[in-house]
């Protein structure tokens, strides 16, 4: 059954292996674009953009950490201050991956609020638009530059 995510329709498929994939439906989400008018499509552009850079630091962030794994599984690290840096390596590529997690949530809500609430680039606190300069810098950016300098100054998300 296709599950919704912000993206786009994904749709599980086994691989015959046992693990599960899932698949972006690339016709699915040609329609979608295909509503757009040319400033939303431009938006989707920059967050598939943001989105596919996100992916590749996680990708590389995992590929790190497996290395990390595999070695230390090797034996290849015998010197105790190297398996504490390598250990701390792991450690810091587990977490980037997490925060990354964590933008990649970020990115999907905005091109939801894009395609099907139609509030992408309105701040969630004020109701009044985003700059487009944040929307550039940040394009999964939930709140103005004034509202989130208030929620920084309250300690508040970094990440929106």
């Known amino acids: 059954m296709p599950q919704r995510r912000g993206v786009g329709f994904l749709e599980n498929s086994d691989d015959g292996k046992g693990s599960c994939l899932i698949m972006p439906r690339a016709a699915k989400i040609k329609s979608i674009t295909a509503k ?3 400033e939303q499509k431009k938006h989707y552009d920059n967050l598939m ?25 090797r034996g290849v690290t015998t010197h105790m201050a190297d398996m504490g840096s390598d250990s701390s390596r792991h450690e810091m590529g587990l977490q980037l991956m997490s925060e990354e997690g964590d933008v990649l949530e970020l990115i999907e809500e905005a091109i939801q609020r894009l395609v099907e609430n139609n509030n992408y680039g309105i ?13 550039e810098v940040r394009p999964y950016a939930v709140y103005c530059t004034k509202c989130k300098s208030i929620r920084e100054k309250d300690g508040g998300n970094r990440l929106r």
Not at 53 to 60: L, T
Not at 125 to 134: E, K, N, V
């Open 123 to 135: 701040c969630q606190d004020c109701g009044q638009p985003i700059p487009p300069a944040r929307l």
């Open 49 to 73: 953009a943001a989105r596919d850079a996100v992916m590749g630091r996680v990708k590389a962030y995992a590929e790190d950490a497996l290395d990390c794994s595999n070695a230390d599984k």
């Open 36 to 38: 757009l008018t040319p």
